[in-house]
C-alpha cells in the first residue's frame, strides 16, 4: 500500500476511530531491534530488505495507523544461555531450547538487534511508545552504515546488508524539520516527506475546521474553560501573538481570560482546549503523541507548586495570581529544574530559559488587579 495515498475520507475515518492498536490498553507490538531499521528503509524506497518486506510492513501499516502505538522492541538474549551447553560436547542431559538451531544461526541479525537497544538505551523487551522511539532512534543514529556495514567487506560469516550505502534510512531521517505550524498549515502536502512517510498528518481540512470550530467556541459561547497546567505557562510564551496560532488556540484563550478574569479555569490533566488543531493531536484517543509523557510530568509539577489537585477550579485571574507567586521561573517547570535532558520525550523545552513567566508576572498579564 502506497500509505500516502490513502482516500481522504478513509484517513479521517481511521484517524478518528483506532483500531485495538491504540487505546490505553493496547497490546504492545513486537518487533525486533533491527526491523525497526529496516522499516525505516523500506519508507525511504528500500524493496528488499534482508528481513523480507513482510517483516516490516506490518509495523509500517500500524505507525502509519496510530503514530503513539506502543512497540515491544525484542532482541534474543536468551539463546547465549544455551550456547555453552551446545558447545561444549560434556554439556550433560540437559535440553536445548526451542528454535535453538534457528535462534543461535541468526548472530548477526542479534548482534543488530542489541545495537538498536544499546542506542535506545533500553533492555530488550522494554515497551516505547512508536514516536518516542523512532524520534530517539534518529537522534542517537545519524546513519544505518554503523549499524548494518560493520564487518569486512568480504566477510562471509558477518555479511554486510547491500542497502546499508544506498541512504534510505538517512532520505527519511535527515529530510528538512518542518514546525508545528508547517505541519497544520500543509496537512497532507507533507505525505511523504521525512518522517511523514511513516507517520499519517492530519489533514489540512481536518485541522483548519478543528480550529475554526474550537477558537469560535473559546472565543464567542464558553463561559468555563478546562486548560492543562502547563499550557497556562505556554499562553505567557505567546502573549506578545497578537493574531490567533494556527495550529492552536494559546491566544484565544489568553485574550478571553484577559477579557474576563472571573471566567473559571478547571484545570485538566493531559490535551485541553489548546489542542484541538494541533498535527500531532489525536483527537480520537485524546492523545498528544509528541508530548503525552514528559507534559504529563509538568502537568503534575505545576499542580503540586500551585498546590491544588487535577480538576480544580479558579477564576483566572487568581490562578495567574497564584502561578506569578509560586513558580520562579519557566525553567523550573519546562527544563525540569535541572536542565537535564535524560532522552528524547524528556527534553527541556527550547524556551526554558526564556522570561516570558517574569514579564508576565511584572506586567499583571491576567492576574491585573487580583490581590
Ligand atoms: S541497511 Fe540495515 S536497516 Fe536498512 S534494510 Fe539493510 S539491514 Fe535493514
Ligand atoms: S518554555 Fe516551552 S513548554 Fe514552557 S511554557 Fe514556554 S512554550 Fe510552554
Ligand atoms: S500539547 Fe501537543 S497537541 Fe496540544 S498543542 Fe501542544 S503540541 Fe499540540
Redesign the pocket.
Known amino acids: 500500500m502506497n500509505r500516502a495515498s490513502v482516500d481522504p475520507e478513509q484517513r479521517h475515518t481511521q484517524r478518528m476511530t483506532c483500531s485495538g492498536l491504540s487505546g490505553p490498553d493496547a497490546e504492545p507490538i513486537p518487533v525486533r531491534g533491527?526491523h525497526l531499521?529496516?522499516a525505516v528503509?523500506v519508507a525511504g524506497g528500500?524493496e528488499t530488505?534482508?528481513?523480507g518486506i513482510e517483516a516490516v510492513e506490518g509495523l509500517l501499516d500500524a505507525l502509519w495507523e496510530y503514530a503513539y502505538v506502543p512497540i515491544r522492541v525484542s532482541a534474543d538474549i536468551e539463546v547465549n544461555r544455551a550456547h555453552y551447553l551446545d558447545a561444549y560436547e560434556d554439556r550433560g542431559e540437559r535440553e536445548l531450547p526451542d528454535g535453538y538451531e534457528d535462534r543461535a544461526a541468526d548472530y548477526a541479525g542479534r548482534r543488530k538487534d542489541l545495537e538498536v537497544c544499546r542506542l535506545l538505551g533500553i533492555a530488550p523487551g522494554s515497551v516505547l511508545p512508536a514516536w518516542a522511539l523512532y524520534m530517539t532512534l534518529f537522534e542517537r543514529l545519524a546513519g544505518?552504515r554503523s549499524?548494518?556495514a560493520t564487518g569486512d567487506a568480504q566477510s562471509d560469516v558477518w555479511p554486510r546488508?547491500p542497502?546499508?550505502e544506498a541512504g534510505?534510512?538517512e532520505r527519511i531521517r535527515d529530510a528538512a524539520p518542518t514546525s508545528l505550524e508547517d505541519q497544520t498549515e500543509q496537512g497532507e502536502a507533507l505525505d511523504g516527506h521525512g518522517r511523514w512517510a511513516m507517520f499519517r498528518m492530519r489533514t489540512r481540512e481536518d485541522m483548519l475546521t478543528a480550529k475554526d470550530d474550537s477558537a469560535g467556541f473559546i472565543e464567542e459561547d464558553a463561559d468555563h474553560l478546562y486548560i492543562r497546567p502547563q499550557h497556562l505557562l505556554c499562553i505567557l510564551c505567546t502573549m506578545e501573538a497578537q493574531d490567533p496560532l494556527i495550529q492552536d488556540n494559546l491566544v484565544e484563550l489568553r485574550k478571553r481570560m484577559e477579557e474576563d478574569p472571573d471566567i473559571p479555569v478547571t484545570l485538566v490533566e493531559g490535551c485541553c482546549m489548546v489542542c484541538d488543531p494541533c498535527n500531532v493531536y489525536h483527537p480520537g484517543e485524546h492523545v498528544c503523541y509528541t508530548t503525552h509523557i514528559k507534559n504529563q510530568l509538568r502537568d503534575l509539577n505545576i499542580l503540586e507548586k500551585l498546590d491544588l489537585e487535577p480538576g480544580a477550579t479558579l477564576p483566572a485571574g487568581e490562578l495567574y495570581a497564584r502561578i506569578y507567586e509560586r513558580i520562579g521561573s519557566l525553567m523550573e517547570v519546562c527544563g525540569w529544574g535541572d536542565g537535564l535532558k535524560t532522552v528524547h520525550f524528556w527534553a527541556p523545552c527550547g524556551g526554558a530559559k526564556g522570561d516570558a513567566l517574569e514579564r508576565a508576572r511584572d506586567r499583571g498579564l491576567i492576574s491585573d488587579g487580583v490581590e
Do not use: D, E, I
Request: net charge neutral; aromatic share 12%; proline share 12%.
Open positions: 533491527h531499521l529496516c528503509c528500500c530488505p534482508p528481513c544505518v549499524v548494518c546488508c542497502h546499508a534510505y534510512y
